[in-house]
Each structure stands twice: as C-alpha cells, then as structure tokens.
C-alpha cells in the first residue's frame, strides 16, 4: 500500500470533495477513512484537503507545479476504482 500512495515531486496539494451524507459519496468517504493515515504517512508534507458540500459529486484533484491541476470524478466508483483513480492520479506529472 506505500507505494500506492508515494505522491509524485510535482504533487503540491490533494483535493477531495465529496457530500457528507450522499450515497453517490459512499464510497469516497470509505475510501477516506481507509486510506487517508498511509497517504498521510507517506507524505507528510503534501496537503491532503477533505471539502464536503450537500449534494455535490465526488471528485478528487490534484494541484501541481505551477498552478496546474488534474481532477478525476469518482461518481460510481467502488473503493478499489478510487484507489486506483487516486494512485493514477499522484503519480501523473502535467
């Protein structure tokens, strides 16, 4: 699981949204718990930022050097998908 989460140098900021009480958000907020000690362990840091919204769709992003992002949704997805999203995700460079 470390290597998973080893962010890349580019990597400044890991954003999370995601509504508090939706179903479509289940799975986000599992993955979360989860998963945010060994991120958080691993790069210590990196922010890792949780927003939670009524009734918005989960999506993460990823802020980079010089103000570039990179966002993917994770409406739909089950907790292994996230992973994988996320893992894409902090090793991709823009």
């Not at 009734?55 to 994770?74: H, T």
Request: aromatic share 10%; charged share 25%.
């Amino acid at each position: 699981m470390a290597t998973k989460y080893a962010f890349s140098q580019g990597l400044k900021e890991l954003r999370f949204l995601f509504c508090q009480t939706s179903e479509q958000s289940a799975a986000t907020r599992n993955f979360l718990t989860k998963s945010y000690p060994t991120m958080k362990k691993h790069n210590p840091h990196t922010p890792i930022l949780i927003r939670e919204a009524s009734g918005i769709e989960p999506k993460v992003y990823a802020r980079f050097d010089f103000g570039k992002e990179k966002s993917v949704p994770l409406k739909g997805l089950d907790d292994k998908a996230i992973e994988q999203s996320v893992s894409d995700l902090v090793k991709s460079t823009i």
